[in-house]
């Protein structure tokens, strides 16, 4: 203290020198942030990307994630009507069968979309009436494509209007008509089929019918009917986080095996010989160098896709992550506890046994724990690349571009599936480690 | 210990009675565990190999067959590789790029949102919850789905890969930051409150000195994650020196030059930036020599 009053001139400058560059440091680090986030942006083309976004995929993705939407169609050729759920065959309905909205008399067939919205597959023409508006109608014939018949004055925009093709987009549905068929898209909320197909006996059922009906002995062909649902396959989805978790359990525990007797090979303390200590230490970081994502590739190669190779991926890469955390744990033990128990006359295996693993046991246990959870995202991923779990239903969802219902669903499940991971590895791990300290 | 103390022993045999008896319990506790762990990893590895395409056996002998064949004809085209190396530069790049923005991105997110989940620093502590929970949900969210999906509505390229890494590092690194938060002193945080200061001020001046280089550090460790992270994404679409790596390996064989070339690229910025990192980090955990005296 006694400096500061001789020499308090130089100081002064000294410390106006470090507030001077305290406060260009201030500036400096956020305008370096800024530059730097604006070179990505010119470098992504952030505003390219901009007017390349589509809109529509976004609203397709949004409607379809929480909604469905019926088709009826119409052969024109045969006039024969159809109606299957989101259009695809296994949303078919059986012969027979038709949504409650669908009249059928004959030749005609009357499809009401509500709010006054009705559309009439007639015998030769096809008419809409549209309330506000009037009445459209449309006969298709082979020879002169789609002759429409619209109310007077201007064509309106939600109306596409050609020789070949009639579309009639609104609030309530789609009505498209073209030479070959007529299609009417009705909108509902919600998951179609989420439990039972329309092939089965329970489809359409109250929870409380279906109570009833599990009650009197038929639980298990309604289980079997939600399990094989061919629209969600709620099994197929089931295995596939199963495989997914299999995935993570297998990869992390196997490296935390392989890994162990490995670590004692790169420490200071256990491994007097240098030249092996620096192999095996090099061996770690090429291992976790290589990263998980060319492991996989040369996996794939030799294992094929499927559960396995991701395991194997996860497993190989995180022995050199485990390798390295180890036998730093290890490098950390604490010698007296080993020179007690070999006071005791404890052989080697014993001395390691009892004086060294219950010493890493917290930070291995913690660890694997640890890892467990974020190899549950990367099996994910994984599977995505290799094929298996329920990465691989997802990106198969995804790549169809019109399944967004599934997507969505997968997307719950997958972090529901984390979460729970996450929560499982907290509690194991605050068991385990806390049931140690008791006892030793 | 507590058994001791519950219940004191009075003789020497009493004693041993009870210690045998608690070791018989330990290790019987500890042998089922054991046959627990070691049949569900035998049951795992049956199931696992049962579903996988080819069989663990078979594929053993095939694992080497692949970088075999990549290096034999890496060597031989060894002359090109520096070539395809500079060729493939630029995507390299591009991925560090995704990673480092992502990083950044995040890190600015996980600052705000750990500030904002901190008790002491929150300005609404009534909403702590509900960020912690934006939190966990961003960190259980696998960066591969938001990638596909805004793949599929902005088109393939980096920023769909950026944005999904990015909100992954909000998560994970505001629960790191807010762990960090909870060690700082609040002292500056109420000096610089009662000369008026605002919430931002506060925080800006009173915490962000104060836990700086903990972020910075974390921050980095994540940077190593992220290009791992961001290597995959260009796998699936995203660009970057990932999806060059698909497009080479599917041509096949003839082009095993170009993914060696990526191979090695890859393996040598991974290792290059965890050095550098992993130096930066100790320096910044452990203090500087040189900046002792700033």
Redesign the interface.
Known sequence: MTTMDINAGPLKGQMDR?FLRKRLLNFAIPAA?VL??GY?CF????LG?WQ???LD??RT?VADSYSYKTHVTRDNRSGQVTYAIEGERKGEYPDGMRPAWVAATGDTTVIDLEDGHVVRFGPETIEYDIPGYGLVSATPSRSKGVQAVLPEGEVPEWINLSKNRLAITTDAGRLTVTRNRAEVFRYFMGWELFFFTLDSPYHGMGAGALLGRALSGEAGAIVNDVWTNKMWRHGDVAWAIG?TI??A??GT??AGLVALPLAFLGTRNFMPVGLVRFATRRVF?FV???????WT???A?????????G?LAILITDTGTFGKIFSEALENVDEKQIEGVASTGAKPIQRYRFGVIPQITPVLLSQLLYFLESNT?SA??IG??T??GI?LL??QA?IT?KDWEE?AYY?VL??LM??LM?WFSGWLRKRLIKGDE??H | MADLTTHAPRTVDEIRTQYTELTRRKRLYGGVLLVLFIAMMAAGFRTADDRNAGSFYDGIHRILDYPGEVLAEASQKAAELPGHMVHFFPALIETLNIAGAATLLGAIGGTVLSLLSTRGMAPWPRLIPVFRRIMDICRAIPEIVVALVLIYLLGGGPVPAMIAIALHTVGSLGKLFSEVNENASLKPVEGLYSTGASWAQRMWLGVIPQVGPNYVSYALLRFEINIRASAILGFVGAGGIGYELKNSMSWGQGRYDEAAAIFILLFASIVVVDQISGSLRDRLTHGARKGATA
Request: charge should be negative; glycine fraction near 14%.
């Open positions: 470090l942030i730097y986030l990505v470098a992504f083309d952030v990307l390349r976004a589509s995929n976004a993705l495989e299999l995935m359990f297998l525990f196997g970081d976790r160098g290589v990263d998980s994502l060319i590739v040369v996996l190669r030799a294992f094929g896709p499927g559960p396995l190779t395991a995202r994910t991923i995505a690349i094929g298996g990465g997802l990106t995804i571009q997507v997307i997958i972090v984390v979460m996450d008791g006892g």
